[in-house]
């Protein structure tokens, strides 16, 4: 199992027919306050599956750090593997929604994405501080 895609969107789904629909990709919060509580984000991830993974089950984690280093969240779960329709490589997409997410301080962050215990993505984050213009007088 490969990952071919790690990425943060303000929203995103499958289709039926198992398209991968994006809106608001990025890897910036600029907020208007701080501390900050960002309603809503979603951490995107795209597979490549082959045989050796067909019904398996595999271990993720997804933890957040700041520049320190220190852990902000943690999440983790299992992931079910199932056999494609044709045998073959094929795509398997998930999708890990995260609600009020709060950041005490702009800065660097960074979600770290583990498949059974091995480190396998790094998607960073920046947040900014952007008072609203009424504030920068």
């Known amino acids: 199992m490969e990952t071919k895609l790690a990425l943060l969107a303000d929203c995103a789904n499958v289709t039926r027919d198992g398209k991968l629909d994006l809106m608001g990709v990025s890897n910036t919060i600029n907020a208007r306050a701080l501390p900050w509580v960002q309603p809503q984000m979603q951490v995107v991830l795209q597979f490549e599956v082959g045989p050796a993974d067909w019904e398996t089950e595999k271990g993720i984690e997804v933890r957040l750090f700041d520049a320190d280093g220190k852990q902000l969240s943690a999440m983790q779960g299992k992931i079910k593997v199932g056999r494609p329709e044709v045998d073959k490589l094929s795509q398997m997409n998930w999708i890990l929604s995260i609600n009020n997410l709060r950041f005490n301080n702009e800065g660097d ?12 993505r790094e998607i960073p984050l920046q947040v900014n501080y952007m008072p609203p213009p009424s504030a920068r007088k």
Do not use: T
Not at 109 to 120: A, P, S, T
């Open 109 to 120: 962050y960074v979600f770290v994405l583990r498949l059974d215990g091995q480190i396998e």
